[in-house]
């Protein structure tokens, strides 16, 4: 690990400038990744700024009727939150299927969203890797690619964004707000929040330097039935092959609306608009869900090892879907 400084925030705003300042200075909250990075010295920040003290741990009602999460929120407390349970169960699903206990009891809401990937060819700095080392190549392209991507990757960058959480916060339309190192406070569509690869896979979010996450708003919760579910290798502790988040509002034999988000198959939370249009006022029926399961996976594209992950999305979209109107 490379030497480094440290310092304590005192506020949000003195956070901020204090990361501004220094273009090799990061944050550190619970550090469940930041940490191994740093020991592999992928990452080597000069400088870092403990944010973990903050009184960013809240969980809050909003006046529209929704939940203002704090930062600093831990994994395994959102999860069990009374409110989250009952009105956005998709997220506690998605938290309790995301990692250990010990990993959910210091991991935040905000560390969740900003983690990097876990490709290996990421992970080890004998391989060539535009997103650790950009202009250096994609060594996934034609190597061990069975976790990567098959939506929205590109010639540069194959990898997958490893969050569940993000992939149940995009169904539910949450935005996330920020503070900018002049105290500025903005706010992010969590569909915005991080970039699709293109030609600069090493620019990972719209968030600028110094720029930090303060909460994550959900709004009221959706009508209808909320179900995520994760396929993975193994049922504890692994990331997903593939994971799908599903919200369907049904009157009588037909769907009202829907909301699906996918994960384990893009560098971001995948939500195929085109899929959720097809779904509303469809009738609730395994042709209508086998017609948006294809639309979902139009456009994806295979490496070899990851050509698996189109048909077992497909099945999985499919397989939700139902399950999820069978139960409203």
């Known amino acids: 690990m490379q030497p480094f400084t ?26 469940t990744n930041l940490l191994d990075l740093m020991k592999l010295e992928i990452e080597r920040p000069k400088h870092l700024i ?7 741990d809240r969980i809050e009602e909003t006046p529209e009727g929704g939940l203002r999460i704090g930062a600093q929120v831990r994994n395994s407390d959102l999860a069990a939150d009374p409110r989250v ?18 990993i959910r ?3 935040s809401t905000a560390g969740n969203l900003l983690q990097r990937t876990r490709c290996p060819y990421f992970y080890d ?32 960058c194959i990898a997958v964004h490893p969050s569940d ?56 919760p959706p009508p209808g039935r ?47 608009m085109e899929a959720e249009y097809m779904l509303a006022g469809a009738a609730a029926a395994d042709a209508a869900f086998t017609e948006a399961a294809e639309s979902a996976l139009v456009g994806a594209v295979g490496r070899g090892g990851n050509d698996f992950k189109i048909p077992l999305a497909k099945r999985t979209i499919r397989q939700t879907l139902a399950a999820a109107v069978e139960g409203v």
């Open 105 to 107: 009891n210091k991991a």
């Open 50 to 56: 403990d944010i973990s003290q903050l009184p960013l």
């Open 125 to 156: 700095r004998n391989m060539p890797c535009n997103k650790r080392e950009p202009g250096s190549g994609c060594a996934a392209l034609k190597g061990f690619n069975r976790m990567h991507a098959v939506l929205g990757a590109s010639e540069a």
């Open 226 to 272: 909320q179900l995520y579910r994760k396929v993975r290798d193994r049922a504890s502790y692994a990331f997903a092959l593939v994971s799908v988040a599903i919200v369907v509002e049904k009157s009588g034999g037909r769907m009202q609306s829907a909301r699906v988000a996918i994960g384990g198959v893009a560098p971001k939370p995948w939500r195929p």
């Open 165 to 220: 959480m993000a992939v149940a916060m995009a169904a539910l339309d949450a935005e996330v707000e920020t503070t900018l190192p002049e105290g500025t406070i903005r706010t992010i569509p969590i569909a915005d929040l991080h970039r699709l690869p293109a030609a600069t896979p090493h620019v990972e979010t719209e968030l600028g330097h110094g720029e930090m996450i303060t909460a994550v708003i959900l709004p009221p």
């Open 6 to 31: 440290y310092e304590r925030a005192s506020s949000v705003k003195a956070a901020a400038a204090a990361v501004a300042a220094r273009p090799e200075a990061k944050f550190i909250s619970g550090g």
């Open 85 to 102: 349970r009952s009105r956005y169960p998709m997220l506690s699903q998605a938290l309790l299927s995301g990692a250990s206990g010990q």
